[in-house]
């Protein structure tokens, strides 16, 4: 299946990764972090390494719609000054508890590896996913991922940054992941990995941007009862047919296994 951002003249961040195999991908699977894999907002979850697990309310004021990255970014230097360190964030992270069956999907595509090329896009950070993906067992299913770049400063301080900057107006202003999948399938293409469908597993607003680009070929699986479900329910009511890719809502994530399965049945 081509793709319309097949062509795209961006540069190879990739060369040397997955080009020897006689064999690509046919499919392309894309995660999101909070409360689709976890079952958590981890952003809310480290709130439990702060002194009483509590905010003030001085710093609770400070957020702003569209500006949670900076918003977070002074709750980090509040737990700086608190003498929150790295091992204590680090064991909030890798205690987040899964969504339900998710485990069971990660062992599904462990046995289907070579069908998959699997994707994260977040909004967290990337200190506290590869925290919890590698006390998971998961971390190696992710050919890439993509989040807020994070790390500890010379004074033991959790730093944080914005991922990007970009011009949608739906997205908050540090990240679009409608912006990195097409610029990452654009990269692909470049490669000369076409894939046949994209499977878009996620729960928030800002898992519904990307996903309004997808193709019918393509599939959604958006949280049951959370943001990206209800806009895609509400696209469908304003505008029949707008929304292009197939929608599979689940509760745990083995119905999303189930459905995959199918695919690969269908394939064989």
């Known amino acids: 299946m081509k793709r319309c951002c097949e062509g795209v003249g961006l540069p190879c961040l990739f060369k040397g990764v997955g080009m020897a195999s006689p064999r690509p991908p046919k499919y392309l699977l894309v995660f999101d972090f909070d409360e689709t894999i976890i079952n958590e907002n981890s952003d809310d979850s ?3 390494a702060a002194p009483g697990q509590v905010l003030p309310e001085h710093i609770r004021q400070t ?3 569209g500006f949670y990255n900076e ?3 002074r709750v980090l230097a509040y737990m700086g000054d608190q003498g929150v360190k790295m091992g204590d964030f680090k064991t909030v992270y890798e205690n987040i508890p899964l969504s339900p069956g998710m485990p ?3 062992q599904f595509l462990s046995k289907n590896h070579e069908l998959f090329e699997i994707i994260l896009i977040s ?5 506290g996913i590869e925290c919890n993906l590698r006390a998971a067992g998961f971390y190696s299913l992710f050919r890439k991922i993509f989040s807020n770049p994070s790390g500890f400063d010379k004074r033991g301080y959790f730093t944080l940054g914005p991922y990007h900057s970009h011009k949608c107006l739906d997205c908050p202003a540090n990240m679009c992941k409608r912006k990195i999948l097409t610029e990452y399938l654009a990269e692909r293409a470049q490669e000369e990995v076409e ?3 994209v499977f878009y597993v996620g729960d928030g607003a800002n898992d519904f941007c990307p996903s309004v680009t997808l193709t019918s070929a393509d599939v959604a699986f958006p949280r049951k ?3 990206m479900h209800r806009m895609t329910q ?3 009511k304003k505008q029949p047919g707008a929304f292009q890719a197939t929608v599979v809502p689940w509760e745990s994530a083995v119905e999303v296994a189930r459905y995959l399965q199918e695919v690969l049945k269908k394939k064989c």
Request: glycine share 4%; charged share 35%; no cysteine.
């Open 46 to 48: 480290i709130v439990r």
């Open 63 to 65: 957020y702003r719609e």
């Open 71 to 73: 918003y977070m970014q």
């Open 104 to 106: 069971d999907l990660f």
């Open 123 to 127: 909004d967290a950070n990337m200190f």
């Open 195 to 197: 894939f046949e469908r």
């Open 225 to 227: 009862g959370y943001p």
């Open 234 to 236: 509400e696209m469908e």
